[in-house]
């Protein structure tokens, strides 16, 4: 079965520039999550859907952050415009169920560098 | 809302010794207490979870152990191999349920 399936794999873009990451979910879970990596920081929560509907986007850094989930099988996450301080790893995961108990599955990743 | 700290931040082992790895949490009603391996360039994949009803669970040869009254949980790999090298993250529900609150990280190093 396939995984959660996340484009682009790296990202090199200049400040100022719009940045688009996609995912893919796993066909049949209802909740979808994206997750910022960096050193300083970790793992943090910038958003999580529960059936294509955003149920708590309180981790989304500032304005310059949007994320849509237009239907089941695909989800966004757009900056615009980017900054250096938003190079990170973008992970998106998805889950089985409406909490957290079944398992997160995390996608590779993409990673971003702005200049 | 959840806060999880995770212990120790790098951990090296030689081979073939047990490695074990301690997160805290503070809401105690949390009831999941997942662990996750994370390997170079790729994403975290869920090793083994807990869940509050029961103190330990094994699989082959990693196990966590959960204390409730405490609210610590731990990760044990015991015989570590190289390929057991990486970084591990804890993980606790966050306030509402809905997603998972991550320790900060331990990277293992298995010397052969």
């Known amino acids: 079965d396939a995984g959660v399936i996340q484009s682009p794999r790296h990202e090199v873009t200049e400040m100022g520039q719009e940045v688009t990451l996609r995912c893919k979910p796993i066909?049949?879970?209802?909740?979808l999550f994206w997750y910022r990596q960096t050193m300083m920081r970790g793992l943090e929560l910038l958003i999580y859907f529960n059936n294509n509907v955003p149920i708590d986007d309180s981790g989304m850094p500032e304005d310059r952050f949007s994320a849509k989930m237009p239907n089941a099988s695909f989800s966004t996450l757009k900056i615009q415009p980017s900054e250096p301080r938003d190079s990170a790893v973008y992970f998106c995961?998805?889950?089985?169920?409406?909490?957290?108990?079944?398992?997160?599955?995390f996608g590779e990743g993409s990673r971003l560098t702005v200049l | 809302g959840e806060n999880v700290e995770q212990h120790p931040s790098t951990l090296s082992v030689q081979e073939g010794d047990s490695a074990v790895i301690k997160c805290t949490y503070s809401d105690s009603a949390s009831n999941y207490f997942p662990w996750y391996k994370q390997e170079l360039g790729k994403g975290p994949q869920l090793i083994i979870d807990?869940?509050?009803?029961?103190g330990e669970k094994k699989d082959q040869r990693i196990a966590v152990t959960l204390n409730k009254t405490a609210k610590h949980f731990s990760l044990h790999i015991t015989e570590t191999q190289p390929e057991d090298s990486a970084v591990y993250f804890c993980a606790a529900p966050n306030t509402g349920r809905r997603a998972l609150t991550f320790g900060s990280g331990t990277r293992l190093q298995v010397q052969p």
């Open positions: 066909s049949g879970h209802n909740s």
């Open positions: 995961a998805s889950s089985p169920g409406q909490d957290t108990q079944g398992g997160l599955f």
């Open positions: 807990i869940r509050s009803n029961v």
